[in-house]
């Protein structure tokens, strides 16, 4: 069998395309650390500005703790094509009130099952990334999104 031949990619486009990845894949897989011990999950992000990408939680999963003892996370996403963007960055816990509000407000959900933006049990975490890298399926080469545009 032939090895596919992935279309030519113009690098002013990686970061484009990267964006139309991530808004194609409605629940992300999230990667974290147990001790030495990988954890991948599918999470359903509460917003994304670009390349930074906010989570909602609850401090009784156990990726709570993960995440305390190291915040460095990785986002993976996949579109219906087998795109892929690999986002790795750091998990900051959300304390500006004004911008908590606006993703309450934004999520029927969080609100369905919360009920209040007080709950004790509420986190939202902000994964700012570090590097961002966009794959076209079956080329097996990263394409770097340029550091200026994760800003």
Known sequence: MAKPSPEPIDPLSV???ALAVIAADRFPYLSTTDGDQPRVRPVSPVRTDRFTVYVANLKMYHKTTEIAANPKVELCYL???HDQVRLSGVAEVVTDRPLLQEIWDANPLLRHHLGTIDN???IVY???PERVRFMREWALEYHEV???ELW
Do not use: G, T
């Open 126 to 128: 902000r994964i700012k």
């Open 120 to 122: 004790p049990s509420l």
């Open 79 to 81: 579109d219906n094509k």
């Open 146 to 148: 340029p550091a200026p």
């Open 15 to 17: 970061p484009d395309l």
